[in-house]
């Protein structure tokens, strides 16, 4: 990555570890909002306890260099579920807040795009770490079926 591409890749980090991060204290603390969005959902409370363990990894992995293409991937997940839920059940208005937590989810979603798509090669070197790419080695050698 050049400079540039790194400032824009921190920026939508900061961005997206700072809004879910803001949504954390809201869900462990048992605020009335969050517990209304998981009862709405049909799981309240170990939905809302566990996506917080979600966002609070996918915060940490954010903000650590070498992991934020890992946790762009989570908070995409989390959001992925957050904006189904928003056009689903939930709508986009939840208790008067004009749409504000649907913006939020949306905003993080695209963030995590951004880092994906920026952070790339991250993502091609973790993937051949684990084998997932062809061509790479193994210590297991492949063998026909």
Known sequence: MNRTTTI??????????FILAQTLFFKFSGAEEPIYIFTTL??????????GIAELVAVVLLLIPRKAVVGAFLSIGVM??????????????????????????????????????????????LAARVGLMRGTSSSTPHRAM
């Open 8 to 17: 824009i890749s921190w920026i939508l980090q900061v961005v997206a570890a």
């Open 80 to 125: 992925l579920g957050a904006t189904g839920a928003h056009l689903g059940p939930l709508g986009i208005v939840v208790k008067d807040d004009g749409g504000l937590l649907f913006a939020l989810a949306i905003v993080v979603l695209l963030a995590g795009v951004g880092i994906v798509i920026i952070r790339r090669s991250q993502l091609f070197a």
């Open 42 to 51: 049909g799981v309240e409370p170990w939905g809302r306890i566990l996506s």
